[in-house]
């Protein structure tokens, strides 16, 4: 069924990627609905959720505030828009923070099993980077084996979700600069257990708690604290522990890395325990074999959104695509199946995949979709599962419709896999020339640029045009998540990429061999940037909230970037957002955001929808920074 003229796209209106027009064509053809034609048949959108100010916390309600400030003014208990508005965002805080925390939890209970030998299928590859974090939590290595190290460690960990005392996280003691931990505890903010922190929220915003939006957002800042400086940093560093830690990796982006005459197997989510599985399987003599009986050439993996991030940086798998690209992944008629473990995973996939022969196969007990075939990933029995997957996708590859097959030829080159660690040796072993470079000039500051897609943006353009804006200033770019793929996609990940920077950056690249712009990882590697910052401030003998540094999530989505916007202001860094948060229903909120927070943590949001705004304010925020420290602007 074609889609009706009037719900058609002009895919130049909503991606700036190569390639995609002839899918989002070929998906209007073939009677395809997308996620661009939903946003439009939501259209407009509800306007009390788009100010926050909507409450459905209890059955009295659903309560609205009128945004004009006529009646009614409050909810049937009382709240105010102040209140709700206060409640619903650290609720998405929340959510944010028990996503990416609950992913480190499957991590460390696989790291825990490999420690105490119940789980063959996994294994210390980093030893080295276990001693570190071992060493920072106080726990003795010298003449210790590695696997006691690693049950110390476990231990300690496991107590991060669950342990009753008001002392800050061992993650935050260990981890973070003494000047921001000074700085959250002063504040109230200080993190003290990741599950505790949640549940607080939960608690706080029921019917009849927490009225105050100044504790509400306090609340909400110490739970993604907790998120940053523990759950994604747990996340961060087991998956380094167990699967290596990230170095520069050369690969390929867009959907031209889909190979015609192969079985084509995209996996897609956020957590690495699969996918590197997969990968693993996939490329096994046995599996590639038995494509060869079912008529293919190979079998292919290619990856899409974090768990993509996580196999592009440790083993070069080529990456497919970003968040709003997973469904013209299956348009192109030539995947066999797309492994889904949990975050991001849209379930109209499954409306998608009935159009074409692809499989969803859905591997999480906590991420199911109707529709969608599940296998449950054990992890005790990882290769056993991996295979059984790749085995499934394999034998689907004789129901591919060859006449419906069209793989864009678009693909770009790019380099992944900047560690905090790949960036300190090419930096020779210290931070110290990076120190030198920002405090005389050579560079001017660094952008972490985080987050998703959104179609209310146009796809990518959010993205890179701050990139682009901000290297041209002299200004070096790091990221993760959806942004590195996107800047992946437009060739920003390359060092030839550098002669779109300015002068000093042009200059540090090409000595360094880097591209101006430092793929760092997936969501939860946001914790990479948390280290870097705090290992600069200390290097420059600074509180993290003097450097000339910004954030920023042009093209937000998630609840996890709230979560992690909230973290890096809470941490001293200045975040912009590129999509307007629901909160416009509450000035006094709205205030508290954008300008009380800097007299407490010394950071602000601040939020612009036009990119090429965005860097130029950014850019003369990251100037008053060197201005303060006497640094040349
Ligand atoms: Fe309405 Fe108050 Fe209940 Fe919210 S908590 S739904 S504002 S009565
Ligand atoms: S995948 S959370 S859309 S970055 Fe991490 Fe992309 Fe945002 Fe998902």
Redesign the pocket.
Known sequence: MKSPRSLRIKPEDVTTVKGLDKLIYKAEEEGVELAWHRFMKQQPQCGFGLLGIC????A????RINPFGGEPSR???G?TADT?VARNLIRMIAAGAAAHSDHARDILYVFRDVAWGRNKAYKITDPEKLKWLAGKLGIKTVGRSIMDVAKDVAAVLEKEFGKQDEEPLALVKALAPRKRLAVWLKAGICPRNIDREIVEIMHRTH?GVDADPVSLIAQGARAALADGWSGSMMATLLSDILFGTPKPVKATANLGVLKEDYVNIIVHGHNPLLSMKIVEAAMSKEMQELARKYGAKGVNVAGMCCTGNEVLMRLGVPIAGSMLMQELAIVTGAVEAIVADYQCIMPALVTVAQCYHTKLITTEKKAKIPGALHIEFDPARADECAREIVRIAIENYQNRVPEKVFIPKEKVELVAGFSVEAILSALGGTLKPLADALRSGVIKGVVGIVGCNNPKVKHTYGHVELTKELIKRDILVVGTGCWAIAAALHGLLTPKAASMAGPGLRKLCAKLGIPPALHMGSCVDCSRMLLLLGMLADELGVDISDLPVAGSAPEWMSEKAVSIGTYFVASGVLVHLGVVPPVLGSEKVTKILTEDLEAIVGARFYVETDPKKAAEYIAEYIEEKRRRLGWPV
């Open positions: 409450c459905r916390n209890c009295m309600g659903p309560c909810g049937v208990c709240a709700i019917m």
